[in-house]
């Protein structure tokens, strides 16, 4: 089992559902994702570089966008949590699941994948 399939399926319940739901998810709107294991979770990468990462983190499932500076649909439901850069959509449950808002997302953030990590300030 490779490592990043190995993180989800040791993860406890709902967390293990809600990962391999939104894997099979991502793997379906983003076939051209890769999935890896890197800084200790699973990661997908589009062409070549960091995409989203998925986590299971204290009593919630992150999904995490490399590009989130960039990210300009659902802002409200993109959870910054202290974080300067990195933007989430947080699960508790599989049912928090809001699939419309989730596929806009994911398409906004292959529209910005060429962006960079920051956001460059124009001048």
């Not at 739901?21 to 983003?30: D, K, N």
């Not at 300009?72 to 699941?97: C, E, F, N, W």
Request: glycine share 6%; charged share 20%; proline share 5%.
């Amino acid at each position: 089992m490779n490592p990043a399939a190995a993180y989800i399926m040791r993860q406890e319940e709902p967390f293990r559902s809600i990962l391999m739901h939104l894997q099979a998810f991502i793997e379906r709107q983003v076939p051209e994702a890769e999935l890896k294991y890197k800084w200790k979770v699973p990661f997908f990468y589009l062409k070549g570089k960091p995409f989203c990462y998925l986590n299971q983190s204290k009593h919630y499932v992150d999904l995490g966008f490399w590009n989130a500076a960039h990210l300009t649909v659902h802002p409200g439901q993109l959870v910054a949590d202290g974080r300067k850069v990195m933007r989430s959509l947080r699960y508790t449950a599989l049912a928090d699941i809001d699939h419309d808002i989730l596929a806009s997302v994911l398409q906004n953030a292959c529209e910005v994948h060429g962006k960079g990590f920051w956001k460059q300030a124009r001048g």
